[in-house]
């Protein structure tokens, strides 16, 4: 800012600036302003406060409550983090709040804000939702299927004559005032028929093009150097079909199982075999060190059966416990739990026996909470005996009806 000739520079002011020049330029082209901002000051700070009042921005965690929001920031009582929108986003929001500051980012000495927003009132309309990619029969940057689908679309369309029913139904329609059921049905079966062999296409596409599966790929000059000491002779491709290909791999799969199984047996007889060879070519005695080599292989071994012998198996869920209270308070970190539906949502303490209403997160009960009575108003809990000492009870449930009830 000096180098531009300002000798009094406020980074702030200018910041903001900044800000109302890029909101101009976006709401000139329709779109709505959602700012999320660490603001190092509060609400009605006077440069927030203009920003706000001339781009018509509200705080939408504070919308439409009576009380205010927690503090934001850890080493303060201020709150200092917003998120801001514009009458849009107001109107669309379901809920909003902000998490504790032990929830969510560890690291960070700030709360985390949070706001639910009614798609269809965003949106004005249905959204659209992707397809997982795993659903997809392939990939736009999978080059050879992309060329492949659109070569085989192109021959469908043309045995299909698809594209000169489109023109004539389309000349059919511009010549008449008002479409008929036999016009509007044509147009349906039409788009439908398109729309089945696209989906056909990529189907037999995806399915016949394995891709990875070519004859002319060599093998690596490393793997062929292995196989080589190894005294392994690679099959020839050209006498392997797919099918033969997947049952060797399923055979080589179930002997590295049994080789697994037997991994300290198998382990004793390799080291066995190395050893006579270095005795054998250098002179020297190789019992020693045999013997340890193949203690530690069988000790190895037999570590895996017994600790496959004391594991104990999966069993299926017998009871559970279901605290007899609905309200619980732990002092020390001053927060309420409230057992809800099978849950513990806590909630924070902002004064002195008073709890927020929102901003909850879900948490387990602490060992050090106490069961209290509480009187709740919209958006705040009084705990009426926060002197209370009484620890919480459980009822054993055993029934497995009564079990999926609370657990799902």
């Known amino acids: ?229 190894l005294d392994h002779q690679f099959p020839n491709r050209d006498d392997i079909d797919i099918r033969q290909a997947i049952a060797n791999v399923n055979d080589a799969w179930k002997a590295k199982r049994v080789i697994e199984k037997e991994d300290g047996e198998q382990r004793a007889k390799w080291l066995e075999k190395i050893c006579r060879e270095i005795a054998r070519e250098t002179g020297q005695d190789a019992d020693k060190t045999y013997r340890a080599m193949i203690q530690c292989a069988l000790s190895k071994g037999m570590f895996k059966r017994l600790k496959a012998i004391l594991k104990s198996e999966w069993a299926a869920l017998d009871y559970i416990e279901i605290p007899e209270d609905k309200c619980y308070l732990d002092k020390e970190l001053n927060e309420l739990y409230e057992f809800d539906n099978g849950i513990f949502v806590a909630h924070s303490g902002f004064e002195q026996d008073l709890y927020e209403g929102y901003g909850r997160s879900i948490k387990v009960l602490t060992k050090d909470a106490v069961v209290v009575e509480v009187e709740k108003s919209e958006d705040v809990i009084h705990v009426l005996n926060p002197e209370s000492i009484k620890a919480p009870t459980w009822t054993r449930v055993t029934k497995p009806e009564e079990m999926e009830s609370w657990l799902m």
């Not at 927030?48 to 929001?69: K, P, V, Y």
């Not at 028929?193 to 990875?212: M, N, P, Q, W």
């Open 1 to 229: 800012m000096r180098e531009e000739g300002d000798k009094n520079p406020d980074p702030r002011n200018k910041i903001f600036e900044n800000m109302n020049d890029i909101l101009d330029e976006w709401m000139g082209k329709g779109f709505h302003p959602l700012v999320m901002i660490d603001s190092n000051s509060e609400i009605t700070e006077r440069n927030l406060n203009e920003f706000n009042e001339r781009n018509g921005l509200h705080d939408i965690i504070t919308s439409g409550r009576d009380t205010e929001a927690p503090p934001s920031y850890a080493r303060g009582r201020k709150r200092i983090d917003f998120l801001l929108g514009n009458d849009h986003f107001q109107r669309a929001v379901i809920n909003s709040g902000a998490l504790g500051l032990d929830d969510g980012l560890r690291a960070s000495d700030h709360t985390m804000q949070y706001m639910d927003l009614d798609e269809k009132l965003l949106f004005q309309d249905d959204t659209f939702t992707p397809m997982p990619g795993f659903h997809r029969e392939f990939k736009l940057h999978d080059v050879k299927r992309k060329t492949q689908f659109q070569e085989t679309l192109q021959k469908r369309y043309e045995h299909q004559n698809i594209a000169k029913r489109v023109n004539d139904l389309a000349t059919r329609m511009e010549n008449k005032i008002q479409l008929d059921e036999a016009d509007i049905k044509a147009y349906n079966d039409l788009d439908d028929e398109i729309v089945e062999l696209i989906l056909s296409t990529a189907k037999r596409i995806g399915r016949v093009d394995f891709g990875y599966q070519r004859n002319d790929i060599k093998y690596s000059d490393s793997l062929e150097t292995l196989a080589t000491e």
